[in-house]
């Protein structure tokens, strides 16, 4: 057990909707990393965030979004959700500033119809 | 820090030993990782080196790093079929700790 939890464990829904995955991190970890993984692209960075505030940027579209909340918990919001949205998302914490390993959530797979 | 290369598929006979190879671009990574991703789970983390080490040991796990040739790898003694998963390499870049990963091999163990 890593010490990462994400909800749902599983989402289905439909093209054009919106959904919502959340991420709470190990206790006492400061970042919160979200990464899309899909057969044909591999392991791809989406976004960090540090205590709230976003520190880094990677390959995420403008149709998704992510927060860090006071309580560290984190949200990546996914909308106009098209087919090859279809992916698992893996949520990772670790401590800003401190070299260290990420460590991973057990992900969020979504699947669209 | 952003083309970290690895072999696609490996295989292996049980009991022998498996290496798993990783090439990484930039010269000022901090740590580099090795993670285990298991079908329909998350990446666990095996282990770590500092940049500055040349090796590092874990029970049936060595790390070798050839800082000069930007070369990782991961030796698996007495490979189990338990070991059969996804193998990622990632270096870690200041500042944010952030993470470049690998694409991965497929590691399968021949009873």
């Known amino acids: 057990d890593s010490g990462v939890t994400q909800t749902p464990k599983h989402l289905i829904t439909a093209t054009g909707q919106r959904v919502t995955l959340r991420c709470s991190p190990r206790?006492?970890?400061?970042?919160v990393y979200w990464y899309q993984q899909s057969l044909d692209q591999g392991l791809q960075f989406l976004i960090q965030?540090?205590?709230?505030?976003?520190?880094a940027k990677g390959n995420i579209l403008e149709r998704f979004s992510a927060q860090q909340f006071p309580d560290l918990h984190s949200e990546l919001n996914l909308s106009s959700l098209e087919l090859g949205d279809s992916a698992l998302y893996f949520c990772a914490s670790s401590g800003y500033g401190q070299r260290g390993p990420q460590h991973f959530g057990d992900g969020t797979r979504l699947s669209i119809l | 820090g952003e083309d970290v290369e690895q072999s696609l598929f490996l295989s292996v006979r049980e009991g022998d030993s498996s290496v798993i190879n990783c090439t990484y671009t930039d010269s000022s990574s901090t740590y580099l990782y090795w993670y285990k991703q298991e079908p329909g789970a998350g990446l666990q983390l095996l282990t770590y080196i500092f940049s500055n080490m040349d090796m590092k040991q874990d029970q049936r796990l060595t790390v070798l790093l050839n800082k000069k040739d930007k070369h990782l790898s991961l030796r698996i003694a007495d490979t189990q079929t338990g070991d059969s998963a996804i193998y990622f390499c990632?270096?870690?870049?200041?500042?944010?700790?952030?993470?470049?990963f690998g694409t991965g091999t497929s590691l399968t163990v021949i009873p």
């Open positions: 990632a270096e870690s870049m200041d500042p944010g700790n952030q993470f470049y």
């Open positions: 206790s006492g970890d400061l970042s």
């Open positions: 965030y540090y205590n709230g505030e976003e520190r």
